[in-house]
Every structure is written in structure tokens, then in C-alpha cells.
């Protein structure tokens, strides 16, 4: 009992000095932020973020460091780490998020993250990032008969956590860039065929639709169905003549090609 008395009389006799030179010299109040790189996100941003305590208190930006992150990760399409550096003194490490595709969904285009996050291609926060780069892919549009991309009860600002399957989506774009086809199309579709998850290709550019592909949302078999259509229509612009559609969601890798005008 005695020792616990003496821990409790050096703490209060430590944390009241602390208080004292807080009060006279403002001695724990947060001092600086170092961003980088520079010119990543701008600094009004990054100290806009900081809980008003840990403005008086330094120390306590140690224990509210994810609040901190969050508060810029929700709103901006960033990656934060934070870091003591000195007495009151931070570094924050920025990365804007890499960009994977464009997804078309609800009448609005997104941007979807390698690392599974989705914001609104128009969102203002994205002039206020340095480094964000869309890449030259096709556009996934993704149907309302498909589950929804977004969790709204997990919404905590702009930026949202992706519930897309993402890793099945990159071996739709990985196929699609061995075959050869990625120039050739204009959007990929994701739907639902008598309750059955598809991927319409729609072959083209904004100028119009040329032709469309339906496939198994399974890539395995695109190269075998590809080659054959090769066979079929060698030198084709866009992998079939203009006008047709190819319905290749029937089992052992049998197809039917049709004109789009007679559905």
C-alpha cells in the first residue's frame, strides 16, 4: 500500500509539472507536421484532421493516430502514416490511391482502388491530390441486378470501402489484356442472366457499339473462345464483325452468334 502511495504521488507529482510548464510555457503543445512528400496534400488539409486535444497535448496524437488517418483518408483518396519525429513533432507520409479502373454504377462513374476503395470520378477532393491516374482501361459498368459495389452503412465520408470482388475483377481485365482485346472494347458489363452472373463484352468505341460477347464470369475459357472466333472471323477489326453477338455462357465451351438487331 505504501509503495502504491509513492507511484501515485511521483505521477501526480510528474503530471502536475507537466501541467505547469503546459500552462507557463506551452511546452506539450503539438509543435509541428511535417508532410511528405511536399505539395502531396496541402497542409490546411492535414492539420485540419488533428483532434483539438492532441493540439494542446502532443503525446496524445500517439494514441489517436487512426483517428487522425481516418479523418483524412474518409475525405480525401489518400494513404496516411503518421510518425513521431521529436519532442511534439510528426511526420506524415502521403500516397495519393492507385487507381485501378473506372466503374460505371447508379448514373455516376467511380474510381475504384487497387487496395479495394471507391470514390466518384468527379469528386472536388481529387484536384486537391497530387498523383491521381486513371489508367487506359475499359470501363466496368456494373448492373443493378448485381450486388450493390458500396456498403452505405459503412459510410464514414467520400471515400468508401469497395465490397466488389476485386480479385476476380482483375482476372477478367488480366484475360482480357492476353488476348489481345483491350483496345477493342468499349465497356465490360457485369449483370445477371436468369439469375446467373455474367460479363457482356461491348465491343466499340463512343461512336457507337460494334458488337457484343457474353462470357462466363469465370475467365478460364476467353483465350479458347477467342482463338476460335479467330478461326471463324480471321482479320476482324474488333474480334467479330460488325453487328453481331456472340453468346458464350453455355456449357462445354459451345456458342451461338446472332445478329444484335434480331433480340
Keep these: ?20 510548464l503546459e500552462q507557463r510555457y506551452g511546452s506539450m503543445r503539438l509543435r509541428d507536421i511535417e ?33 487522425f488517418v481516418r479523418g483524412v483518408e474518409n475525405f480525401y483518396p489518400v494513404q496516411l502514416k503518421i510518425r513521431l519525429t521529436g519532442w511534439g513533432s510528426y511526420k506524415v507520409t502521403v500516397s495519393p490511391l492507385e487507381v485501378f479502373l473506372g466503374v460505371s454504377w447508379n448514373s455516376n462513374l467511380w ?8 470514390w466518384l470520378a468527379n469528386l472536388p477532393a481529387n484536384v486537391k491530390v497530387r498523383g491521381i ?3 487506359e482501361k475499359p470501363v466496368l459498368a456494373w448492373d443493378p441486378s448485381m450486388a450493390l459495389p458500396i456498403d452505405p452503412e459503412e459510410q464514414r465520408g467520400d471515400i ?18 492476353k488476348i489481345g482485346w483491350n483496345d477493342k472494347i468499349y465497356c465490360l458489363l457485369a449483370k445477371r442472366i436468369d439469375g446467373r452472373p455474367v460479363v457482356q463484352i461491348l465491343l466499340g468505341s463512343d461512336a457507337g457499339i460494334t458488337g457484343e460477347i457474353i462470357v462466363n464470369e ?3 475459357g476467353w483465350a479458347s473462345l477467342a482463338a476460335a472466333l479467330e478461326d471463324i472471323y480471321p482479320g476482324a477489326d ?26
Design 111 to 118: 474510381l475504384l482502388s487497387t487496395n479495394g476503395r471507391m
Design 1 to 20: 500500500m505504501k509503495r502504491l502511495k509513492i507511484i501515485l504521488l511521483l505521477l501526480g507529482a510528474v503530471f502536475g509539472s507537466m501541467y505547469f
Design 133 to 135: 491516374r486513371v489508367p
Design 35 to 67: 508532410i511528405e512528400p511536399r505539395n502531396m496534400l496541402s497542409d490546411t488539409i492535414v492539420w485540419q484532421s488533428v483532434p483539438r486535444a492532441a493540439e494542446k497535448f502532443w503525446p496524445a496524437l500517439l494514441f489517436m493516430g487512426r483517428r
Design 218 to 220: 469465370d475467365p478460364a
Design 238 to 263: 474488333r474480334g467479330i464483325p460488325s453487328g453481331l453477338l456472340v453468346n458464350a455462357t453455355y456449357a462445354g465451351m459451345k456458342f451461338t452468334v446472332t445478329s444484335r438487331d434480331a433480340r
Design 160 to 177: 468508401y470501402p469497395s465490397s466488389l470482388p476485386l480479385p476476380r475483377i482483375r482476372r477478367w481485365y488480366e484475360a482480357l489484356d
